[in-house]
């Protein structure tokens, strides 16, 4: 797989319920960043998780970050109906700091 | 909050004609982007810009492309002969640094090459 692949691809979920997105990489990365895409919208940062940590949190999100399996999570607890949107995993390298952007999970939570 | 803002959000434009998409960047970043995202794929890195001249730049940015930072507020993305295949979403980004903090997109330029 190409680096930054997400699954799933889709994701259907109820209102409150939580929402559990992967990214996987291939290369050795500086930092994993996670961002929300609306349709038709810009992409707007959620997290950001530097190589050497293992989780985070922010509000209803947690991500983790696992360098041995080149993987990470993102969670969104009590899903909301605005919650609906596609969200990336990016990650950046040592040396560069382009970003390099999974395939994406679309996410659609029902009210 | 501080916002990355993009003009236009639509351009239209015939295939061969130059285009030029604007991005004014959040005010005290320093480090620059252009990415797109063709219709239904990734998003992929186009270019970088740091100190007045291009850090990084991926295959996609050919000859075809450039970018400039004309004065102190805007960012410039230049495509001078459009093909069919440039028909994308276009955005800018704009970084406090290169060392990991954030990079802050617009909303984007949708450019359709007909």
């Known amino acids: 797989s190409q680096q930054g692949e997400e699954d799933p691809q889709a994701l259907s979920i109820q209102e409150g319920e939580n929402a559990t997105m992967n990214c996987s990489y291939k290369t050795s990365i500086n930092n994993l960043q996670w961002y929300r895409q609306n349709s038709g919208r810009g992409l707007v940062h959620l997290i950001l998780?530097?190589?050497?940590?293992r989780e985070k949190h922010s509000g209803r999100l947690r991500v983790t970050l696992d360098t041995s399996k080149k993987s990470s999570s993102l969670l969104i607890t009590a899903s909301r109906a605005a919650d609906t949107a596609s969200y990336f995993c990016a990650t950046d390298s040592l040396n560069t700091d382009k970003l390099i952007f999974g395939t994406g999970t679309r996410l659609q939570v029902f009210p | 909050e501080p916002e990355v803002t993009q003009t236009p959000s639509h351009q239209v434009t015939q295939m061969g004609q130059e285009v030029i998409l604007r991005c004014v960047p959040i005010s005290n970043h320093l480090y620059f982007y252009w990415y797109r995202q063709i219709l239904g794929q990734k998003v992929e890195f186009l270019v970088s810009?740091?100190?007045?001249?291009?850090?990084?730049k991926s295959e996609i940015f050919d000859d075809q492309f450039s970018v400039e930072r004309p004065d102190g507020s805007n960012f410039t993305l230049k495509i001078r002969s459009t093909k069919l295949e440039d028909s994308a979403m276009y955005f800018c980004?704009?970084?406090?640094?290169?060392?990991?903090?954030?990079?802050?997109f617009g909303d984007g330029t949708r450019l359709s090459i007909l």
């Open positions: 810009f740091y100190n007045n001249e291009i850090s990084e």
């Open positions: 980004a704009s970084s406090e640094t290169d060392w990991g903090p954030p990079q802050h």
């Open positions: 998780i530097r190589s050497n940590e």
